[in-house]
């Protein structure tokens, strides 16, 4: 004899994609997508979000069709569409990528400092010229 499974709806979680609808306050929605995923791997941009995050945190635990408060900006609630398993199938570290911006970024200022000091000096051997890198 065959037993009837009830399937729960899956509930929003670390590792899962996740399509909600923003609604705002006056009743318009919006549709958005993401993973969720551990803060080191999370980028917005490529469609991953912090678990740490508010919106992450007002989800996580929630079942499909649920209608969570949220209130940011005009968005007042934010309905779970549908949970499913993660597709990502590699999180690079996100960090190791922000820092190496960040020191791209750095390195970057200090060259432009150190153009705008020897534009701006004038010493008793005369003008330092950018334009002559030769001796």
């Known amino acids: 004899m065959e037993t009837a499974q009830t399937t729960q709806p899956e509930q929003a979680r670390l590792g899962a994609y996740v399509e909600v609808e923003l609604i705002d306050e006056r009743g318009n ?3 958005m997508n993401f993973d969720l995923v551990r803060e080191e791997h999370a980028d917005f941009d490529r469609g991953r979000l912090g678990v740490q995050t508010p919106l ?3 989800l996580i635990g929630k ?3 649920a209608l969570v408060p949220y ?12 949970v499913r398993p993660s597709q990502a ?5 996100t960090e190791e990528q922000r820092q190496a911006q960040l020191q791209k970024a750095l390195d970057a200022v200090e060259r ?3 153009e705008v000091f ?3 000096y004038t010493g008793k051997w005369g003008d330092y010229d950018l334009r002559n890198d030769e001796p």
Do not use: C
């Open 112 to 114: 432009t400092n150190a």
């Open 89 to 93: 199938t590699t999180l690079e570290n």
């Open 71 to 82: 209130r940011m900006g005009d968005i007042r609630q934010v309905r779970i569409v549908s």
């Open 118 to 120: 020897a534009a701006s």
């Open 63 to 65: 079942r499909v069709g």
């Open 29 to 31: 929605r919006e549709p």
């Open 56 to 58: 992450a945190k007002a």
